[in-house]
């Protein structure tokens, strides 16, 4: 059993930047590879940000890429987004997942334990 808590987000100015926090429990965290997904209101989720188990392998949505970074501390059990250049469109909210295994797909499914999610509002 899981538990995965999200924490940062908030309101900031077009251009801004947050970084958002991924604690979790469990005595097997660095076996398992982690993402990031977002969902805005009327819109389905959609991916972000993974990060294999060991922190080597990494990949993002096209929409973020070059200003999003996914990172992780297996000894502290946190999974990290940090969020640069921040646009309009980012509003949403953030939720933390952890994969089925140490490096997964995109798709939700492939996630088995979800945050409560984490809002991120970007206003001009």
């Known amino acids: 059993q899981v538990q995965l808590v999200e924490s940062g987000g908030g309101l900031v100015q077009v251009g801004g930047s947050l970084r958002l926090s991924c604690a979790a429990s469990?005595?097997?965290?660095?076996?398992?590879?982690m993402g990031w997904f977002r969902q805005a209101p009327g819109k389905e989720r959609e991916f972000v940000a993974r990060?294999?188990?060991?922190?080597?392998?990494?990949s993002y949505a096209d929409s973020v890429k070059g200003r999003f970074t996914i990172s992780r501390d297996n000894a502290e059990k946190t999974v990290y987004l940090q969020m640069n250049s921040l646009k309009p469109e980012d509003t949403a909210v953030y939720y933390c997942a952890r994969g089925r295994t140490g490096w997964v797909t995109t798709a939700p499914a492939d996630f088995d334990s979800w945050g409560q999610g984490t809002q991120v509002t970007v206003s001009s």
């Open positions: 990060i294999s188990a060991s922190g080597t392998l990494r």
């Open positions: 469990g005595r097997t965290f660095s076996t398992y590879g």
